[in-house]
C-alpha cells in the first residue's frame, strides 16, 4: 500500500473502538479521520486515540454527510435500527463501507442496501467477522477437502452465557425486539451465517421455535424490588445481582461510559444502576427477547442443520458438531477433531491467530481484525473479491434470520427466496 485507507466512524461504542483499533495498531494500513458519537466521552476518547481533528467530530451521522466527501470508506457501528439511513446516504454520496451486522433491522431494508450498492458499485462488507476467524476458515478448508466425505447433517450451538443474555438482551440496548432487532439477528445472524458458509450450501427452508420462559414478571422472586439498588432483600443471591455484575465484579461496564479517574468508579457505577436499565430486575423489564431459541433448516443437496440458542449457560463459546458420509468434525472455537470412519483415526486441529502479531486478541478468534485487514486490501484495490462477507454474500443469512422469526411466531416452515439477490 502505498498510503494508509482513510476512514470515518460512525457510532464510537464497542464494535466501533474494535475496528478503529486497527488503524491505531495499523496506522500504515488505515487511519481513522473522522467520528460521528452523540456521548461526549466516547467521542473525546475516540478524537484522542486517532488525533482526530476537531472540524472532523460530529454530534450525529448526519453531519458527516454535510460535508463532501472527506475518507475513502466509512464504518458503520451505530445501534442496529441506525444502519439503514446512514448506510444509503454513505453509498449516494460514493464511500465504501465497513458495516457491523445486522445489516438493517427489516429484509426490505437489507434488500434496499444491496440493489443500491450493486447500482453504484461501491464495496460494502459486512461484518461476519466468524468468517476471517482461522478456526472457522480451517472447517470450511477441511470440508472442502472432503475430509469427511459429503455433509450431511450439522448441529450447531450458541450458549450465549447467562449473565451475557441479561446485560444485552434483558437489561441491555437489544432488550426490545421491536426496537432494535429479534436476537436471531442481533445475536446469531453470525451462526446462521457461518453454518451456510463452512458447508458452502444455499439454503431452501426453515423452521423455528422459542419464546421467553424465564426473564417475566411472574417469574421474579418474593422480596424483589425494582432495582437491585432498592433495598432487594435477594440481590446478594441473585444470578443477575446488577450490583453484583458492574459494581463487584466490574464485567461489561463499557456500557456505563466510566470515567477516565478510576478512584471514581465505584460512585458512577453506582449512580449508573440507580437510573439507568442496568440496575433494573431483570424481572421486570419490558424485555421482549426469547431466552432459547432453535431453529432447523433445509439446505440444498438434502443437507439439514440445527441451530440452538440458549441464554442458559454458565460458558459461552459456540460448539458445531458436522457429520459427513466419510467421518465427523466436532469443534468447540478452541479445536477441531476430525474422525475418519474408514480408518477409526481422529486428527486435532488448532487454528489460532498466531502469525499475525495481535490479531488473535482481537475478538471472535482473531476475526474482528483479519475482516478489517482484508476490507482495508479491498478498498485499497477497489477489489471485493478479497472479501469473503460482500453485501452480495452476507445477505442470505439475513434473509434466514427474518423467515426464521416469521416461522417462530406463525408456526410454519417457511421458504427462503433468494431470487431478487
Not at 483499533?21 to 460521528?36: H, L, S, Y
Not at 450525529?60 to 446512514?86: G, L, N, Q
Not at 438482551?169 to 425486539?177: C, D, L, P
Not at 486435532?348 to 486478541?361: I, L, Q, R, S
Request: with cysteine; hydrophobic share 35%; net charge neutral.
Amino acid at each position: 500500500m502505498t498510503k494508509p485507507v482513510t476512514a470515518i466512524t460512525l457510532g464510537a461504542g464497542n464494535r466501533g473502538t474494535v475496528y478503529g483499533n486497527f488503524a491505531a495498531n495499523f496506522p500504515e494500513q488505515m487511519k481513522i479521520v473522522g467520528v460521528a458519537e452523540p456521548i461526549q466521552l466516547r467521542n473525546d476518547r475516540y478524537a484522542s486515540t486517532h488525533a482526530i481533528p476537531e472540524e472532523n467530530r460530529f454530534d450525529t451521522w448526519e453531519k458527516v454527510f454535510e460535508r463532501p466527501k472527506f475518507a475513502d470508506a466509512v464504518i458503520i457501528s451505530t445501534p442496529d435500527y441506525m444502519h439503514y439511513a446512514p448506510c444509503m446516504k454513505a453509498l449516494a454520496m460514493g464511500y465504501d463501507i465497513l458495516l457491523e451486522k445486522p445489516i438493517a433491522p427489516t429484509e426490505k431494508e437489507c434488500r434496499d442496501i444491496l440493489a443500491l450498492a450493486q447500482k453504484t458499485g461501491r464495496i460494502v462488507a459486512v461484518c461476519h467477522v466468524l468468517r476471517y476467524a482461522p478456526y472457522f476458515v480451517k472447517m470450511r478448508e477441511l470440508i472442502g477437502q472432503g475430509a469427511i466425505g459429503e455433509v450431511i447433517s450439522v448441529q450447531h450451538f450458541e450458549p450465549i452465557e447467562h449473565t451475557h443474555m441479561a446485560h444485552s438482551y434483558v437489561r441491555g440496548n437489544w432488550h426490545n425486539s421491536k426496537e432494535t432487532t429479534p436476537i436471531i439477528l442481533a445475536k446469531s445472524c453470525h451462526d446462521l451465517d457461518i453454518i451456510k458458509w463452512v458447508i458452502n450450501k444455499q439454503s431452501k427452508q426453515i423452521v423455528a421455535m422459542g419464546d421467553l420462559k424465564w426473564f417475566r414478571k411472574e417469574n421474579a422472586p418474593e422480596g424483589s424490588t425494582a432495582r437491585c439498588t432498592d433495598g432487594c432483600n435477594v440481590e446478594r443471591e441473585c444470578p443477575y445481582s446488577a450490583i453484583r455484575h458492574y459494581h463487584d465484579n466490574r464485567r461489561r461496564t463499557s456500557v456505563l461510559n466510566l470515567p477516565s479517574d478510576k478512584s471514581k468508579h465505584s460512585e458512577v457505577i453506582m449512580e449508573r444502576l440507580k437510573t439507568t436499565n442496568y440496575g433494573r430486575c431483570v424481572y421486570r423489564m419490558d424485555n421482549d427477547q426469547p431466552d432459547h431459541y432453535v431453529t432447523s433448516i433445509m439446505f440444498e443437496d438434502n443437507v439439514t442443520a440445527s441451530f440452538s440458542m440458549e441464554a442458559f449457560t454458565s460458558y459461552h463459546g459456540r460448539r458445531t458438531r458436522i457429520m459427513g458420509s466419510m467421518g465427523d468434525m466436532v469443534g468447540d472455537m478452541k479445536e477441531l477433531v476430525i474422525t475418519d470412519f474408514r480408518t477409526g483415526k481422529s486428527t486435532t486441529f488448532e487454528p489460532k491467530a498466531e502469525d499475525v502479531e495481535g490479531y488473535k486478541n482481537s475478538g471472535h478468534g482473531g476475526g474482528d481484525w483479519f475482516l478489517v485487514k482484508d476490507f482495508v486490501q479491498a478498498v485499497a484495490q477497489q477489489n471485493p473479491a478479497l472479501l469473503t462477507s460482500t453485501i452480495d454474500d452476507s445477505i442470505e443469512s439475513h434473509i434466514m434470520g427474518f423467515m426464521a422469526e416469521k416461522s417462530r411466531k406463525k408456526g410454519k416452515v417457511m421458504p427462503i427466496q433468494m431470487k431478487h439477490v
